[in-house]
C-alpha cells in the first residue's frame, strides 16, 4: 500500500514516520522549495507528546528543547504585572511538557524519518483524481504520483482540500484577530527573556518575545481586527500595528526581517462535516485547525497522525480505517476548538478593564484550587485515545 502525503509540517511528518512504521510505502510532496523556518515557540504536552513518546521521538526533541521557567506579563516599563509558572503547568502534565519551536518540532521530525520515505519539495499538488482504486496525484514539477490514499496535511490554507472538498470559504472560521512570528538577533533582549516568555500586558494587541540564547531572539505578536483580509506588506502591517506598545517592543520592530522571513495570517479554525472523501483525507489543520487561541495545534497534528495511522492499520478495509480515524479523534479537536473560541478574551483582553480582570485571576492562582482551574483551562481535558491506541 502507498501514501502520498501532500504538506512537509508537523502533521505530514508525523504521519509519514507513524505509516512507514507499518509498512506502507510513503511519498511527502511539499511545494515549498525547502525547510521553512518561520514559526513560534509551542508548549508541546497532552496528546502530541503521548504519541512522540510511543513514537520514540522524545529524546531528539528534549535536546531541542528551550528551558522556560515563567510567563510574565510585562507593562510598559517591563515591571511584571502577573505571572504563570511552567513548574505548576508541568506538574499538571506530570512532567510531560516541552517549549520548542514549531521549526524545532518540524526539524526533528524530518532528520528522524527512515531513508525509505521520499521526501519531496518543490512539489505541490496541482489536480487530484479520486479514483475507485487508487488516487492520481498531479504536481506542480508537472509529474504524476500514483498512491492508495492520499493525505492532504498542507496546513490552514489546504490545496487538497481545495480541489477535493471545496472553496477554503466553506469551512474557514475567522476569529477575529491577525497574528505574526519572526526571529532576530540582539544580545540585549536576549538577555532580558532568558528562560521566560514575556508578553505586554496590553488590550486588543500585544507582542511576546523569548529569548532562544545566543543573542537569538524570537517574537509573536497577535492583534484585534474585524478584517481577515491579509497585508501586503507584512513587516510594515506589524511595525504599524505595535508601534505604540512600550518596553523591549521598539528594538524587537526595528529588528523586524523582510516580509518574506515573517509568519503572518488569520486566527482562524476550520470546521468540516467530514474529512474523507473517496481515497482522499485531510489531517491537523487542514480539517482541524483550532487556532492560536486554543493552543495544542503542534500536539494535536502529532497526535492526529497517529491516530490515523493507527486505525488505518488496524481496520479491515481503507474506508473502515478511515472512518474510524474520524469517529476517534473529531471530539478531541472539537472540544479544542470550542476551547479557544471561548478563551478568546482571557488571551487577548478588549480593553483596559479586562486587561486588570486578567491580571487580578492570575495572581490568585497562588490559591491551589484556582491554580489547578487556570492551568487545566489552558491544557484541556485529558485525551484517551492515545492511551488505549498505544495499549493496542
Known sequence: MKVAICGAGISGLALAHQMH??????????????????????????PGFDAAEAMGL??????????????????????????????????????????LLRSELEAVL????????????????????????????????????????????????????RLV???????????????????????VVEEVTRRRICLTDTPRRQMGIYGLGAGRVATFTVHRTPDPTLPADAREA??????????????????CPPSPEVFYDQVAQIEMPRWSRGRVTLLGDA???????????????????YVLAEELTAAPTLESGLERYERAWRPV?????????????????????????????????RLPWLD????????????PVLARLTAR
Open 21 to 46: 512504521a507499518h509498512g506502507w510505502d510513503v511519498v511527502v510532496l511539499e511545494r515549498a522549495a525547502g525547510p521553512r523556518e518561520q514559526g513560534y515557540m509551542i508548549d508541546f504536552f497532552g
Open 58 to 99: 522524545l529524546p531528539a526533541l528534549r535536546e531541542r528543547a528551550h528551558p522556560i521557567d515563567e510567563a510574565s506579563y510585562v507593562d510598559s516599563s517591563g515591571r511584571t504585572t502577573a505571572r504563570l509558572t511552567f513548574a505548576r503547568f508541568a506538574a499538571t502534565e506530570n512532567g510531560g511538557l516541552l517549549s
Open 110 to 161: 524530518r532528520e528522524q524519518l527512515p531513508d525509505a520515505v521520499e521526501l519531496r519539495f518543490g512539489a505541490g499538488v496541482a489536480e487530484v483524481r479520486n479514483g475507485p482504486d487508487a488516487v492520481d496525484v498531479g504536481l506542480t514539477d508537472g509529474t504524476r504520483v500514483t498512491a492508495d490514499l492520499l493525505v492532504g496535511a498542507d496546513g490552514i490554507h489546504s490545496t487538497v482540500r
Open 165 to 187: 472538498f471545496g472553496e477554503e470559504q466553506r469551512f474557514l472560521r475567522y476569529l477575529g484577530f491577525h497574528t505574526a512570528a519572526y526571529q532576530f538577533h540582539d544580545p
Open 238 to 255: 506589524v511595525q504599524e500595528e505595535y508601534g505604540s506598545l512600550g518596553w523591549l517592543v521598539p528594538r524587537a520592530l526595528a529588528a
Open 287 to 305: 480539517c482541524a485547525a483550532v487556532s492560536l487561541l486554543a493552543g495544542q495545534g503542534a500536539s494535536l497534528a502529532v497526535g492526529g497522525a
Open 333 to 365: 479537536v472539537t472540544d479544542r476548538q470550542e476551547a479557544g473560541r471561548r478563551a478568546a478574551r482571557w488571551f487577548l483582553p478588549a480593553s483596559r478593564r479586562q486587561v486588570l480582570l486578567r491580571r487580578a485571576v492570575l495572581k490568585l492562582g
Open 372 to 383: 489547578r482551574a487556570i492551568v487545566r483551562t489552558v491544557a484541556g481535558d485529558p485525551t
